[in-house]
């Protein structure tokens, strides 16, 4: 089994920001070419404590969460809690974490929110910074001193998401992203669940096949993208903007 975190510590330390880690994310994805994805979440978690699992116990991120489970109980697993997530998701936060047995659930949350957008309606004029204030900041803090970590995001989610690969370079952080079930078809997905009995996010049969912030997620028709309902009537895909040596840099978390 090819060992991530040794091949990462094998970077030349200062260089590891730049084409030394784009060369090293494309040998490894070259070799994991044909491999599972369980055998990329296994590669990634050989060295449990640099690499961690973020998750937003979303509608299909049990998948992930069951196979880091299996693998290894005590992975860091980062969960940001925005605070305007729906109490469904809440809720199916501790009950997925209990009966997977999951023993480093850590829950993120911003820690100038009343400072900033006291009354929550930042959201009304700016997404994108309220998405950098309540997502993507406080996970880029929480992620410091991590090698890297796995995202369950998938090809087939959304046009951004076309040409995922199993490993990424993050920009600007020095860190590398690995996405197991890249190539993963929404039929997978089902499969996985159904075969090992998974519990379902409650709001995915009420039509939200994504769930994100409450105020930000609606649910969608039939033959709609399944993301169609995450900030819907806005040019806005993802979530990822954060500020690198200050400018703001599009992740796609
Ligand atoms: S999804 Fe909406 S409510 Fe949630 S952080 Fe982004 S803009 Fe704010």
Request: charged share 25%.
């Amino acid at each position: 089994m090819a060992r991530l975190v040794q091949d990462i510590q094998d970077l030349p330390g200062a260089a590891r920001v730049g084409e030394d880690l784009a060369e090293k994310v494309r040998a490894l994805n070259t070799r994991f070419k044909h491999h599972s994805a369980t055998s990329v979440m296994e590669g990634a978690l050989s060295d449990a404590g640099n690499v961690a699992l973020v998750s937003s116990f979303g509608a299909e991120s049990v998948v992930l969460l069951h196979m880091a489970a299996v693998i290894d109980p005590m992975v860091p697993v980062l969960f940001v809690d925005t605070e305007l997530l729906f109490t469904e998701t809440l809720v199916y936060q501790q009950e997925v974490s209990e009966r997977l047995g999951l023993r480093n659930i850590r829950v993120i949350k911003a820690d100038d929110i009343a400072e900033k957008d006291p009354y929550g309606a930042l959201r009304f004029s700016d997404t994108d910074a309220c998405c950098s204030l309540r997502k993507t900041i406080p996970l880029q803090k929480a992620l410091a001193g991590y090698e890297g970590w796995i995202t369950g995001r998938k090809r087939f989610q959304s046009g951004t998401r076309a040409a995922l690969d199993f490993f990424e370079v993050e920009d600007g952080t020095g860190r590398i992203k690995v996405n197991p079930l890249a190539h993963w078809a929404p039929e997978d997905v089902r499969a996985y669940m159904d075969e090992n009995r998974l519990p379902r996010h409650p709001l995915v049969a009420k039509g939200y096949p994504s769930i994100g912030c409450a105020p930000c997620t609606s649910p969608v028709k039939e033959g709609e993208d399944p993301r169609a309902g995450r900030w819907r009537n806005q040019n806005k895909e993802e979530c990822g903007i954060h500020v690198v040596d200050g400018k703001f840099i599009r992740t796609g978390a």
